[in-house]
T-cell receptor
Framework: GQQVMQIPQYQHVQEGEDFTTYCNSS?????IQWYKQRPGGHPVFLIQ?????EVKKQKRLTFQFGEAKKNSSLHITATQTTDVGTYFC??????????FGTGTRLTVIP | GAGVSQSPSNKVTEKGKDVELRCDPI?????LYWYRQSLGQGLEFLIY????????KSGLPSDRFSAERTGGSVSTLTIQRTQQEDSAVYLC???????????????FGPGTRLTVL
């Protein structure tokens, strides 16, 4: 089955620093979805990337899909304490279910 | 409109007992998913329902786990003879199916936290 690896597993940053999490697959992905889960909460959809090389922005968040469609990244510029949480990528390839990465837990130090 | 709801929010049970977890998807969403999330871990796919099609049960960890979806709406996840390793948050999600036949954004419920003593 699909395996989606996500790195790093944990990241601590000072407020105002940038943060990036990477999602990698050994197989070509159909599309990538990104979710954020606040501590104690449930995953909330952020964005979906479909096209090779696609870049989408949401305020301080930049999402990128690799040219070969085997990797994706989420970059946060100038982190804030409200960015705290776990960020998951999810691969939807073949079947209709999503395969979630292991997530990157972000801690922002004020 | 209302989102995905799950009940109970918390369930504490003794080892060996059966439990039932309920999910009410968003009205009109034909796709429904169950996931399990152990403490500090990622989401583990359990089962997927799409309309009247046979469910994808490939993620169920053992035959103690089963799920039903009645009338294409409410779903129940049943765990028989619970074990301590079943302790986790069980998340339900629902989505539309896109025009390409692929599922759209998944909307998650708040989850049921199961603790097996």
């Amino acid at each position: 089955g699909q395996q989606v690896m996500q790195i790093p597993q944990y990241q601590h940053v000072q407020e105002g620093e940038d943060f990036t999490t990477y999602c990698n697959s050994s197989t070509t992905l159909s599309n990538i979805q990104w979710y954020k889960q606040r501590p104690g909460g449930h995953p909330v959809f952020l964005i979906q990337l479909v096209k090779s090389g696609e870049v989408k922005k949401q305020k301080r968040l930049t999402f990128q899909f690799g040219e070969a469609k085997k990797n994706s990244s989420l970059h946060i510029t100038a982190t804030q304490t409200t960015d705290v949480g776990t960020y998951f990528c999810a691969d939807q390839t073949g079947a209709n279910n999503l395969f979630f990465g292991t997530g990157t837990r972000l801690t922002v130090i004020p | 409109g209302a989102g995905v709801s799950q009940s109970p929010s918390n369930k504490v049970t003794e080892k060996g007992k059966d439990v039932e977890l309920r999910c009410d998807p968003i009205s009109g969403h034909t796709a429904l998913y169950w996931y399990r999330q152990s403490l500090g871990q990622g989401l583990e796919f359990l089962i997927y329902f799409q309309g009247n099609s046979a469910p994808d049960k490939s993620g169920l960890p053992s035959d103690r786990f089963s799920a039903e979806r009645t009338g294409g709406s409410v779903s129940t996840l049943t765990i028989q003879r619970t074990q301590q390793e079943d302790s986790a948050v069980y998340l339900c999600a629902s989505s539309l199916v896109g025009t390409s036949g692929r599922t759209d954004t998944q909307y998650f419920g708040p989850g049921t936290r199961l603790t097996v003593l």
